[in-house]
Structures are given as structure tokens and as C-alpha cells.
């Protein structure tokens, strides 16, 4: 195992590490649209048209699939140099959120992978959810501390069953984190920062048909107070040197240290 962060990487090792390249090729740096199965990239730092304060409407997914994240009414809000000079956008706990109706995109029934990079002081959050909230429950959610009994801890949940990071590891110091989760082969396992929590198996999920919320859980509950600056979904189960490569990414652009899997 080993840890990344700015502090003990120059940018130059970084980019010929993620690269893969071994040094050809002009030293390359990784980009998550780099791995196969990406469904869903939201990058706060590419919002663009939006003013430092101003209502975030609309989300806009960099996979090119076009799964873009809004909201009408009760919309979250840009703001700059948050984190690492870097922007995010800023949930305010009391009715911000967004959502996209349901898509064949996140019908994820076999393998997924889920990175969120966020900061909260809510010990009960929604991260990312699409699971339908009357019987049969069918579909996935990736949240803190709900129906957790380790309040601050990282919960992965699927049609009725939650796994959780049982080690009561808090997510909810006020500085941001990398929270990320594989879910392979039918057993999740939940990461902080790249340490891997407590794993948990024997899970099956059915394809919800309802709607994804992002910085809620399922039928849009569970709202927080919570800053996120980017969002990766890929459906497939990455393997380690996949997971380095994305949270070396992450731990790169926000200063926040990735302990190498």
C-alpha cells in the first residue's frame, strides 16, 4: 500500500503514472472518459456559464452519453475556489438537489463502480441514488449514515439490503473526501480516501424505474448540507490498478491523499 497526494508526487510523475505510457507518447493525464463503461461524469470545474453564487439548473454529464443533472426550482449553487482553488457545487440541506428521469444508463443490475468527491458535516446524506421507494424496492443507493447505525459512515445499499462501512469510519470532519464503492460480483465494497472499509456479499439488484437524485437519497430524502465537485459512474467493476488510476486523478486535482489500493 502507499499514499498519493501532491505533497510526495511532481505533476510530471503524476501524469506519466496515469498515463500508463511509461513516459511516450508526451506524458498524457488520465481522464476518466480513459476507461471503458463510463455512464456518468459531472466535473464542477467544467461548469462554465455559470457566475460564483449563481443557481446551478442544469448539471452536464462529460461521458457523452448526455446524462445530464437538473432541477427546476430548488436548484444547488456554483461556487468558486472551494477546494484546491477548484469549484463545487453546494447542496444547501434544506431542498437543493437534482435529478434526470430514469435512464437505461443506471439500470446498473451487475457490476458498478461509484466515486464521489464531496465535504459535509451531515451525519445522514444522500451521495447518488436510483432505487424505487415502495415494494419492491428495486435499484441502488450510495449514501452516509442512512438506515446506518454508524452515523458519518459510507452505506451502500440495494433492493432492501445496505452494506456499510462497520468500522464507523466518519465521513463527516468538514474536510472532503473521496468516496468511492465497486460493487462485483455481488459483494460492495466501500472505500475512504482508497481504504478499503468492510466489504459485505450476497447482493443482487433489480433495475429501478425511478428517479436518480444526486445529493439526495431515494424519492429525493435525506437532504443535507453537502459540497460535491465531481461525480464518476462507470458500469462495470473496476480492479484496483483502475481504482489507483481515478483516485490518483481525484487526489491530484484536489489535494486530498489516496491511499493506493
Not at 13 to 22: K, V, Y
Not at 74 to 88: A, D, E, L
Request: a negative charge.
Amino acid at each position: 500500500l502507499g499514499v498519493f497526494s501532491r505533497k510526495n508526487h511532481n505533476l510530471r510523475q503524476f501524469s506519466l503514472l496515469l498515463s500508463g505510457n511509461g513516459g511516450s507518447g508526451g506524458g498524457r493525464v488520465f481522464s476518466p472518459t480513459d476507461l471503458s463503461a463510463l455512464v456518468l461524469w459531472l466535473d464542477a470545474s467544467r461548469i462554465l456559464s455559470i457566475a460564483d453564487g449563481g443557481a446551478v439548473a442544469t448539471w452536464s454529464d462529460l461521458s457523452g452519453l448526455g446524462n445530464d443533472f437538473t432541477e427546476g426550482t430548488n436548484n444547488p449553487s456554483y461556487q468558486t475556489g472551494i477546494i484546491n482553488g477548484q469549484p463545487v457545487v453546494r447542496f444547501d440541506g434544506t431542498n437543493d438537489i437534482l435529478s434526470r428521469a430514469d435512464d437505461a444508463d443506471f439500470g446498473l443490475t451487475g457490476d458498478f463502480t461509484i466515486f464521489v468527491v464531496f465535504q459535509t458535516t451531515a451525519q445522514t446524506v444522500g451521495l447518488i441514488s436510483h432505487y424505487n421507494t415502495g415494494a419492491p424496492y428495486n435499484g441502488w443507493s450510495f449514501s452516509i449514515g442512512i438506515n446506518n447505525p454508524t452515523l458519518g459512515a459510507l452505506q451502500c445499499w440495494t433492493n432492501g439490503n445496505a452494506a456499510w462501512a462497520s468500522d464507523g469510519t466518519d465521513f463527516t470532519d468538514a474536510n472532503f473526501h473521496i468516496a468511492s464503492m465497486t460493487m462485483i460480483s455481488g459483494t460492495f465494497q466501500p472505500y475512504r480516501d482508497g481504504t478499503a472499509a468492510t466489504s459485505d456479499a450476497g447482493h443482487s439488484v433489480a433495475d429501478s424505474t425511478n428517479v436518480i437524485y444526486l445529493g439526495a437519497d431515494g424519492g429525493g430524502t435525506s437532504l443535507a448540507a453537502i459540497d460535491i465537485a465531481e461525480v464518476i459512474v462507470y458500469s462495470d467493476g473496476k480492479l484496483a490498478a483502475n481504482l489507483n488510476q481515478i483516485g490518483q486523478y481525484i487526489a491530484s486535482k484536489y489535494a486530498i491523499t489516496w491511499n493506493v489500493i
